[in-house]
Nanobody, 119 residues
Framework: QVHLVESGGGSVQAGGSLRLSCVAS????????VAWFRQAPGKEREFVGW????????RYSDSVKGRFTISRDHAKNSVYLQINSLNAEDTAVYSC????????????WGQGTQVTVSS
């Protein structure tokens, strides 16, 4: 069982940066994938990117590539999402999730953290 808690969201002005955190209680196995998703008001949930827990390899959606960076800290059992050059379209609830490497669906989800960007 893995329990995920996100933090770091808030209200920022366009052009600013935020660093979101996802802390896991319970063991994240070395083969797991930890991903970030976001859901804007009135829109479907959108994949942002993932990181492989074992080696830190990452993959991002085209919509965020170059502005978003995912990293992990084994010692703190945490994954981070650095967001730069924020714009209004980044306003959303950001959630992290964990799954096994061969699974299609994510097994564990956090409750999310709100990011609001004002122009």
């Amino acid at each position: 069982q893995v329990h995920l808690v996100e933090s770091g969201g808030g209200s920022v002005q366009a052009g600013g940066s935020l660093r979101l955190s996802c802390v896991a209680s319970g063991r994240i196995f070395s083969s797991n994938i930890v991903a970030w998703f976001r859901q804007a008001p009135g829109k479907e949930r959108e994949f942002v990117g993932w990181i492989a827990w074992i080696n830190g390899s990452t993959r991002y959606s085209d919509s965020v590539k170059g502005r978003f960076t995912i990293s992990r800290d084994h010692a703190k059992n945490s994954v981070y999402l650095q967001i730069n050059s924020l714009n209004a379209e980044d306003t959303a609830v950001y959630s992290c999730a964990v799954k096994g490497p061969t699974k299609q669906y994510y097994d564990y989800w956090g409750q999310g953290t709100q990011v609001t960007v004002s122009s």
